[in-house]
């Protein structure tokens, strides 16, 4: 039955399973969002279109996987994933959590503490909310911060609905989401073969395991690669185009994997960015820091670190701070796997080493050696869920007579790709890692750049936002 | 009851609240698709259409040919095309309208629209505009005393300008309008929209038809804040003419990229200012000149210059004082109302010079802002002649500065500035005094009509739109307390222009003021004739012996009905409802309200324009990383007056909410254009509200206690609404103080609104090369 193509969807909505066969479907598409889906609905109209973009979170759903005899709760925006996605999964919506008869605790906490005033945004507070009620036991203010990131409210200024949070975290009561045997079984129940679905101009391929993927990918070079499609959704949701080829190699459980040997972190391309977060808080307090400003738990649930550096965008948060870790992608093609460094991945304006037909499979990341001080940097004009203005991964050792050496000072924002200033380490090679030589330093990162003005800031400032991360570089390296 | 929740909030947390876009309808549904300009400013040469009319699924496309009535839909002045005919004037301006079976087939035929642009010249910014010299409308002024022999006696004067940046509204549910034909003429339009009677008017000129053939009903808004007082015409026109030619019904709603970019923002302003002070740092003359960008219409930009004007002096006595306003024509979209309504523009900048004299001599701001502040009889008089009654900035301002512990907290942070080179902290106190009227004093009426059903249970419809502020809720609350009811028995339903006639926008921060007071006149009504016809019930079977009950002691407690004279005597509301029914009497009145002793003169700039003051302070605090520009707001307390609260739950939440919006015009929330004349932040991956992490660490807000409103409002309560927005100054300031410490608070820094990481990082920098 494996290798059996299946030309048909399956997902659990209102306790039930639904089928979709796109051949027949007038209206549906593969690449219709579970936002437009569910607005299709008469009853699901809690799920609101704020931006189509990921960024209000007023669309905000809950997918329940059925992992290892568990069920996960996953908080995702519904404008940035295409129906197929939701295969095997269950589709919660404010519809289900509950309703005006019989509210639930996180949503009769909204109502007592104030949490809405237009009411716009609430379904999706209340979606994020319900994750936040499954998956953490008493929520620390910083975990109801986290949560609530990706929503945005216009009305409120916020303290009310961290108000409900808390209240709803603190007394916890079973919910009718408890007794999910039924739903086990329907999920159980779902077949996972290779799924080709195919509607007017469009083709969708949803291979089940790693091999089914790379012969895909060989046999059809032009076709998209989604995992998360949190960057891909936005050709179809913000620029309506049709994109007639995809492979979408987001289930793939062999590309999720993250694993330690004694030389290397090993973090499969396919893993979410909420599991390498988690995965790198004690391990890369660099990578950490970055991932934790890094979209949204919304947008980290579908993201991948395969994806972000599959799209070599000349910002993309997570690659000056990857280049600074000396990270290796490992690439699959025709011919085997061949490992690139990273430094060598990105060859311009979303160019990369990856080439047509083959799959950036895994990131690995070498352990520090001892004594290597690395750091990463992002400024962005909102601290949470933007895009950096300017972002940096910085690397030094410090030898005895405190002269760096294995300098590295990767930028992004400052060019058409993520950049190293070649001039700045050059300068500093061989000299005392002290302020005065910092401040002569920085002076050349004028030489080593020539950044743009655009919507997130200006050029000079961008100069200086360059100058003084590298100040702040040498003030967290040097013991006061 | 003060303590009643949104009447919504049920249906907002289970997404069972409609809006207009999850109204059910059927495949008969069109959807309507608007075609608008590239260009800011261009000749249209030529344009095709035929391809597009014929594609499979368009059912018409109309240009400004096909407008029956007047091709013009400006609120106040006739100034603003519904379809652009020979030029365009902005990018996002309207040229062609389609309607199609699916959105996908209007954005197909869009692509087959073939038009020919000459391009030309536009006017993007203040200072290109002042250059051009187009003023939209002519300049206006406001003076008092005698401004040269003010700046002659002075010790100290200050000249400067500040700019203030643009601010998206950023509604969550973007503009749309759902248009249902009916016979004949008629038309059902469902519009977001904060003024149904305004709606209506525009549709009724561009179709050329009458207002009593159109309805337009508004249930809720998701969100609006200005944005949708004038500016949801637009859509509702469009939607109309295609619901109109093509007797079908219609829906349209503009995707976020589209809404940011075609609809007006919170005006941007140059203000150049010079103002005298003594040693003391009391302020003796103020000579302003306020600059605005109007966009290519003038839509509402001169009641918000004329706000801007009436609030520059905010909370200080100016015995001396020119004003002038100037409203600059622009090829952007037309600039509009946002909560505040110039009111924080003007303030900003006399909160600037505050803060420049302060640094000046070497004081603190919050002395110098005591000093300066309306007091007494003597310091009462605003430059428009109104006098300050009532004034509460004295109490409101030892009240907070107490409770925030200001004084020990700016030696704290002194202390912490001094131990650390590169993480700074600042604090801000700042008032706000925001005057509560439409200046346009005619505006300034309600009318409301309540029914009341003989199951006891009571409709009440008024004037004014729901938008997320709590006014149904506060309405229901004042027919329940007015009528001794409990609110149970009370729902107020979708705002209909079927049901109120003729009504104002519900802004001006006046929804509750105007038709609170009109369900009272209605709810007033009803229960004379339930008293009359109680009080003979009563009298029908009494003994000779016992006195008679007088309709005029009928008294309405807790859904009874009592003689306040013999309280044995009672009839429960809804037997009372019955039997007034039975009794051939109307349960169904009609209330209306006008705002007493209010005036404006524009041509001599004086006036008694504002029936109060609305009153509030707060003190911020925030922590500055001068090399990221990333500040943290620490900790935040307003002490705000809202006169004796109708809804202490609703009023906490707009002050909080009205702050942190202000705090986002403060710092985050920055709109750029291109050479060309393109919006650069036109969603929200570029344009920056406040999210959760952004909002006070620790956020402290009281109600003012103890002062009802003077003024013979409802309940004797004042509106909550704009005012908080302003509040965020202090935050603005905090931020400038953080900088300023960089330099030890003897440079001046150089500063402007929004305080970017852009502006706080080249201002810090700055700073940091003089001292070098």
């Known amino acids: 039955m494996k290798n059996k193509n299946s030309h048909i969807i399956s997902f659990v909505l209102d306790g039930e399973v639904v089928d979709i066969d796109f051949s027949g479907a007038q209206s549906l598409r593969p690449t219709t969002t579970v936002l437009n889906y569910l607005r299709s609905l008469p009853n699901h109209k809690g799920c609101k279109e704020g931006c189509a973009e990921g960024d209000c979170g007023a669309c905000t759903v809950v997918l329940a996987k059925y992992e290892q005899k568990k069920i996960r709760y996953q908080a995702v925006d519904a404008c940035l994933i295409f129906l197929p996605m939701l295969h095997g999964k269950q589709l919660i919506t404010v519809e289900n959590v509950g309703s005006s008869h019989k509210l639930h605790p996180v949503q009769e906490a909204m109502v007592d503490l104030d949490g809405s005033q237009c009411g716009f945004c609430t379904p999706g507070f209340i979606m994020a909310m319900f994750e936040l009620y499954k998956n953490t036991s008493i929520p620390t203010n910083d975990q109801i911060d986290d949560a609530l990131t990706g929503n945005l409210c216009r009305c409120t200024g916020y303290r009310s609905i961290i108000d409900a949070a808390q209240r709803a975290g603190a007394k916890k009561a079973r919910d009718h989401f408890s007794q999910q045997k039924e739903i086990k079984k329907m999920l159980g129940g779902i077949h996972t073969n290779n799924i080709q679905l195919s509607n007017k101009n469009q083709v969708y391929h949803k291979p089940c395991d790693k091999q089914s993927a790379l012969k895909l990918i060989q046999r059809h070079p032009k076709a998209t690669i989604v995992a998360g499609a949190t960057d891909i959704a936005l050709r179809v949701t913000k620029n309506h185009e049709n994109i007639p080829e995809i492979i979408d190699i987001g289930d793939i459980e062999e590309l999720k994997k993250i694993s330690s040997s004694k030389s290397h972190y090993k973090i499969g391309a396919g893993a979410s960015l909420e599991s390498v977060k988690a995965f790198s808080k004690v391990r890369l307090p660099a990578l950490h820091k970055m991932l934790a400003v890094f979209g949204s738990k919304q947008i980290r649930h579908l993201a991948t670190l395969g994806g972000n550096l599959g799209s070599a965008s000349p910002i993309g948060d997570t690659t000056p701070v990857l280049i600074a870790l000396k990270a290796i992608i490992v690439i699959e093609g025709k011919n085997g796997a061949r490992k690139v460094p990273m430094s060598k991945f990105i060859t311009g304006y979303r160019k990369s080493q990856c080439k047509a037909g083959e799959l950036i499979t895994e990131i690995q990341i070498p352990r520090a050696r001892n004594g290597a001080l690395i750091r990463s940097y992002k400024i962005s004009k909102r601290k949470d869920l933007d895009i950096a203005t300017v972002s940096a991964g910085f690397r030094v050792c410090l030898d005895k007579s405190n002269i760096p050496t294995d300098l590295m000072l990767v930028y992004g924002g400052m060019a058409e790709m993520t950049k190293r200033a070649v001039k700045t380490e050059e300068f500093l090679s061989g000299k005392v890692w002290n302020r005065k030589m910092i401040e002569q330093a920085s002076n050349m990162i004028s030489a080593d750049f020539n950044p743009i003005s655009d919507a997130r800031s200006g050029a000079r400032a961008r100069e200086v936002m360059a100058k003084n991360l590298l100040m702040k570089f040498w003030t967290e390296t040097t013991k006061a | ?772």
């Not at chain 2, 009643?4 to 876009?21: N, Q």
């Not at chain 2, 302003?269 to 040693?279: G, H, I, M, N, R």
């Not at chain 2, 430059?383 to 009532?390: C, D, S, T």
């Open chain 2, 1 to 772: 009851m003060s303590k009643l929740a949104h009447e919504s909030a049920k249906f907002h947390v289970t997404g069972e609240a409609v809006y207009i876009d999850d109204i059910l309808v059927n495949e008969q549904l069109l959807h309507g698709h608007v075609v608008y300009s590239p260009y800011a400013h261009a000749k249209i040469i030529s344009y095709n259409i035929e391809e597009a009319e014929n594609l499979e699924g368009v059912q018409c496309i109309l240009s400004y040919k096909d407008i029956p009535g007047e091709n013009q839909m400006g609120p106040v002045i006739h100034d603003e095309l519904v379809l652009a005919s020979d030029t365009v004037t902005f990018i996002g301006q309207a040229i062609f309208l389609i309607a199609a079976e699916s959105e996908e087939i209007a954005r197909n035929a869009e692509k087959l629209i073939k038009i020919k642009y000459k391009e030309l010249k536009p006017i993007l910014s203040i200072v290109d505009a002042i250059k051009s010299g187009v003023l939209i409308q002519p300049k206006r002024k406001i003076e008092n005393g005698n401004l040269r022999k003010a700046f002659k006696k002075a010790a100290n004067i200050i000249e400067g300008e500040l700019k203030t940046g643009a601010q998206e509204q950023w509604y969550l549910e973007t503009q749309i309008a759902l248009v249902y034909p009916g016979e004949g003429k008629d038309l059902l339009v469902h519009s977001s929209t904060q003024h149904p009677s305004e709606t209506q008017a525009i549709i009724s000129e561009v179709l050329g038809i009458p207002k009593n053939e159109i309805e337009v009903q508004v249930r809720r808004m998701g969100g609006a804040f200005g944005g949708k007082e004038t500016q949801a015409n637009h859509t509702a026109a469009w939607a109309s003419l295609l619901a109109h030619h093509t007797r079908r019904p219609v829906k349209i709603r503009l995707f976020r990229d589209d809404d940011q970019k075609m609809t007006g923002k919170r005006h941007r302003f140059l203000t150049y200012y010079k103002a005298s002070f003594d040693k003391k740092g009391v302020i003796s003359g103020l000579d302003l000149e306020q600059h605005t960008d109007a966009g290519a219409a003038t839509d509402l930009t001169m009641a918000i210059l004329e706000r801007a004007m009436m609030h520059a002096d905010n909370a200080y006595y100016i015995p001396n004082i020119r004003i002038l306003g100037f409203a600059w024509f622009t090829n952007l979209p037309s600039n509009t109302a946002f909560r505040g309504f110039g009111g924080p523009q003007g303030m900003a900048c006399i909160e600037t010079i505050i803060d420049k004299i302060a640094r000046q001599l070497k004081k603190d701001p919050a002395e110098i802002r005591r000093i300066n502040f309306y007091r007494g009889e003597e310091r009462s008089e605003t430059p428009y002649g109104q006098i300050v009654e009532h004034n509460r900035l004295d109490i409101i301002d030892e009240q907070l500065m107490q409770s925030s512990k200001y004084i020990d907290r700016r030696d704290k942070i002194k202390q912490f500035n001094e131990k650390n080179e590169f993480i700074k902290r600042g604090i801000a106190i700042t008032p706000v005094k925001f005057g509560i009227s439409f200046t346009t004093s005619f505006l300034n009426q309600a009318g409301a009509l309540v029914h009341v059903y003989k199951d006891g249970t009571i409709l009440a419809n008024h004037g004014g739109t729901e938008m997320g502020q709590g006014l149904h809720t506060k309405i229901q609350q004042i027919t329940a307390l007015e009528f001794g009811v409990s609110t149970e028995r009370i729902k107020v339903n979708a705002t209909s222009t079927a049901k109120v006639p003729n009504t104002s926008a519900t802004a001006a921060s006046a929804g509750t003021d105007l038709n609170g007071m009109a369900i009272k006149d209605a709810v007033l009504k009803l229960k004379n004739r339930i008293a009359i016809v109680v009080a003979e019930e009563f009298n029908k079977n009494i003994p000779k012996s016992k006195l008679e009950s007088d309709e005029e002691d009928i008294i309405f407690v807790n859904d009874n009905i009592y003689d306040s004279e013999n309280t044995t005597r009672k009839i429960s509301f809804k037997d009372a409802v019955n039997l007034v029914y039975l009794n051939q009497v109307s349960l169904s009145a009609t209330g209306f309200y006008k705002t007493p002793d209010i005036h404006f003169d524009r041509e001599k700039g004086k006036g008694h324009p504002y029936f109060y003051y609305s009153f509030g302070m707060a003190v911020t605090e925030i922590e500055l990383d001068t090399l990221t520009g990333f500040f943290k707001n620490l900790r935040t307390d307003i002490l705000h007056d809202v006169g004796e609260p109708l809804n202490k739950r609703l009023d906490i939440g707009q002050i909080e909410g009205g702050y942190i919006q202000g705090q986002g015009w403060c710092t985050t929330e920055e709109c750029k254009w291109d050479d060309k004349g393109n919006l650069l932040n036109h969603s929200p991956d570029t344009y920056k509200i406040p999210n959760i992490q952004d909002i006070p660490k620790d956020f402290r807000v009281q109600l003012l206690e103890g002062f009802p409103n003077s003024a013979n409002t409802i309940r004797r309560s004042k509106t909550v609404a704009e005012p908080p927005l302003m509040l965020a100054l202090s935050c603005w300031l905090a931020i400038k103080d953080a900088i300023s410490a960089v330099g030890n608070h003897e440079i001046e820094p150089e500063y402007s609104l929004p305080a970017t990481n852009e502006v706080i990082l080249l201002s810090v920098d700055k700073i940091r090369k003089q001292l070098d």
